[in-house]
């Protein structure tokens, strides 16, 4: 926080509307981290106050008798106010309040604000509720004296220090919305499905997770930038697959992938060569895009991978040594876009204590997927009888297979593995 000098301020008033007046007003002169001046004042509006209003202030008619009227105390609120910023918890309506008043004694109030309403809008997307009482009940700030200036205005300062870290970037703590925290209890910490739901019920996203309550706790984080998703999410679901990657199969059947772009191999003369192509429907190929940017980088880092510097400044073609030696490095890069083995099956966790999830491969395709509690022995021996979700030659779930199996390599804890299969 900058070493300026805020002043946090909390009205009450003789109502909302356009004709209200003050009946109370407090003012904390906050500088370098601490509170160095307190004023507080009730003030006569010089018109009797509406019963609702004493209800909710215990302010009475009889109180604001012999109360200053706002001309009497003015110069005091400007002193404290010039040079300084106005903070309040609804900006719009105080500060526009004041404004008024010393347009009546023919001053102009010029001070610079910073409402902590629309702040806390900004930085905490998706809260139900941005009433002071629910601001503070979301950072823990107890209130007291509720609907008294000082009391307001003392939760109001607390808000706005918290409001500055989150600005900032510098808060200590990770922040979840009320209703998020709510449903993260009912969200398994096992591999699935996750399912963001708007207030209507109709899923907004889906998320295959290897743990679904810590992805749904990183997407749902009170960050500016996960506000869309905070805005829109009443809901989130998770579905147990046991399998991060069978999750993702069932995510493909919402969303279908559907590339734009293909590198496949050119293999018509003696040199074998990678080119890209507009992709259409059931068209062959190596590596997948939707971004034509995205596949002229991976053929730029393939053709980098395949550059030779023993010949590169001489004259003429290359030698039949040279081309075979090309073509096996081509061979080689093009192994990463197949499976490790064209019949291969994957085992890991399931749904329920002993059940077992399994993934099978034939023909460098995904065959299908299922569940079985059947001992290790019997899968091998006929994995395809366990399959209860087949497919065929989906390139969605053949390239998510694919990618898994990388995913898989590279993970130190592993609860699930790959195995080749004899052929068929």
Request: hydrophobic letters at 40%; one cysteine or more; proline letters at 3%.
């Amino acid at each position: 926080m900058s070493a300026r000098r805020y002043v946090i301020c909390d009205i009450e008033a003789t109502g909302l509307d356009a004709g209200c007046d003050l009946i109370e007003i407090a003012l904390l002169t906050f500088e370098d981290g601490k509170v160095i001046d307190v004023y507080e004042t009730l003030i006569n509006p010089l018109k009797v106050i509406p019963e609702y209003i004493t209800n909710l202030t215990t302010i009475s008619n009889r109180d604001l008798k012999e109360a200053p009227k706002f001309y009497e105390i003015a110069d005091a609120i400007r002193l404290r106010l010039e040079g300084a910023v106005f903070v309040s918890h609804n900006t719009e309506f105080d500060l526009g309040l004041l404004r008024k008043k010393y347009q009546e004694m023919g001053q102009e109030l010029k001070v610079k604000n910073f409402c902590t309403l629309k702040v806390a809008q900004h930085e905490i997307p998706g809260l139900l509720n941005y009433n002071l009482d629910a601001l503070c009940s979301f950072f823990n700030i107890k209130i007291v004296d509720r609907h008294r200036a000082i009391g307001d205005a003392k939760a109001t300062l607390e808000l706005f220090k918290e409001l500055i870290q989150l600005r900032f970037k510098t808060y200590p703590k990770i922040l979840y919305l009320p209703h998020h925290e709510m449903a993260f209890k009912k969200i398994s910490s096992k591999a699935g499905l996750l399912y963001f739901k708007d207030q209507s019920g109709k899923v907004i996203r889906f998320e295959a997770s290897f743990n679904m309550e810590k992805t749904a706790r990183e997407l749902l984080m009170v960050k500016a930038e996960h506000r869309d998703l905070l805005i829109k999410t009443a809901v989130v679901e998770g579905e147990v697959t046991g399998s991060a990657l069978i999750a993702e199969f069932k995510k493909l059947l919402f969303s279908p992938y559907q590339p734009n772009w293909v590198i496949y191999l050119q293999d018509q003369g003696a040199e074998k060569k990678f080119r890209i192509k507009p992709y259409k429907k059931g068209m062959s190929g190596l590596w997948y895009f939707r971004d034509y940017l995205d596949a002229k980088k991976k053929l730029k880092e393939l053709l980098r991978e395949m550059k030779d510097q023993t010949f590169a400044y001489r004259e003429g073609g290359k030698s039949k040594e040279e081309i075979v030696k090309h073509n096996q490095k081509v061979d080689i890069l093009s192994k990463e876009a197949r499976f490790p083995s064209d019949h291969l099956i994957i085992l890991g966790e399931g749904r329920t204590l002993g059940e077992k999830s399994l993934i099978v491969i034939r023909n460098n395709h995904v065959l299908g997927y299922g569940h079985t509690d059947a001992m290790d022995e019997e899968i091998y021996a006929n994995p395809e009888a366990f399959i209860t979700r087949r497919f065929f030659r989906h390139l969605g779930a053949d390239l998510a297979a694919r990618k898994y199996i990388r995913i898989l390599k590279n993970l130190r804890q592993k609860t699930e593995g790959w195995r080749s299969l004899a052929e068929p």
